[in-house]
């Protein structure tokens, strides 16, 4: 019988709510001893092409440059029935501008250090910095099968907010004062209403 040797590790689980595609849940799995780190979505937004992402994960590894992690640029694609594959980039040119802008980008042979078949473009991550490794997870994995591009999004969400009610809001001066024992200076007690709430504040003379 095969015995899996056991290693010391860190696994965090991480909740996001990406405005894009919807909220996911993440585990991250950090092996120390082979300096790897890896990625793995757990639970996806609702949909045909997201529920596909479920269990899928994005390994980070040691690069030549200490302290940085590398990962092999590939894009989720869908075809018109739904179905998922991946497509590791040829050129620079293949990269999202998000992660061009956003992450620094090396060759494979320079960041790794050798050649290998199929293997262009790398992102470069700290090795701290969980945060942009999910981040690239969604950029890569999921961004690319949204219906509708971060731009159409953000317009959408920008309207939605000009269309919000402005909450009322009633400033009453009660003529009370307050002096600060220390320097002297006075303050005036308003008392501030809101549809929801009520509280004081004090406002210097």
Same mark, same amino acid.
């Given at each position: 019988m095969n015995l899996r040797q056991l290693r010391n590790g860190e696994v965090n689980y991480y909740r996001? +709510?990406?405005f894009l595609t919807g909220e996911w849940l993440f585990k991250l799995c950090r092996d120390k001893e082979l300096g790897k780190v890896l990625? +793995?979505?757990? +639970?996806?937004?609702?949909?045909?092409?997201?529920?596909?992402?479920?269990?899928?994960?994005?390994?980070?590894?040691?690069?030549?440059k200490e302290g940085w992690l590398y990962d092999i640029i590939s894009l989720t694609q869908a075809d018109q029935n739904d179905k998922l594959s991946r497509k590791v980039v040829d050129?620079?040119?293949?990269?999202?501008?998000?992660i061009r802008e956003n992450y620094e980008i090396k060759p494979y042979e320079e960041a790794v250090g050798k050649t290998a078949p199929g293997k262009h473009w790398v992102t470069l991550s700290k090795?701290?910095?969980?945060?942009a490794m999910i981040t690239l997870f969604l950029l890569e994995r999921a961004w690319t099968l949204s219906p509708t591009t971060p731009?159409?999004?953000?317009?959408?969400?920008?309207?939605?907010? +000009?269309?919000?009610?402005t909450e009322r809001k009633k400033e009453i001066d009660t003529g009370q004062t307050w002096k600060c024992p220390i320097c002297g200076d006075e303050f005036r007690l308003k008392h501030i209403e809101k549809e929801t709430t009520t509280k004081h504040a004090l406002k210097k003379t």
């Open positions: 996001i +709510k990406d990625v +793995k979505a757990i +639970k996806c937004p609702p949909g045909v092409r997201f529920a596909q992402l479920e269990g899928n994960s994005m390994v980070f590894q040691q690069s030549q050129t620079l040119e293949q990269v999202p501008t998000l090795t701290e910095d969980e945060k731009e159409e999004k953000l317009t959408t969400l920008q309207e939605q907010e +000009k269309l919000k009610p």
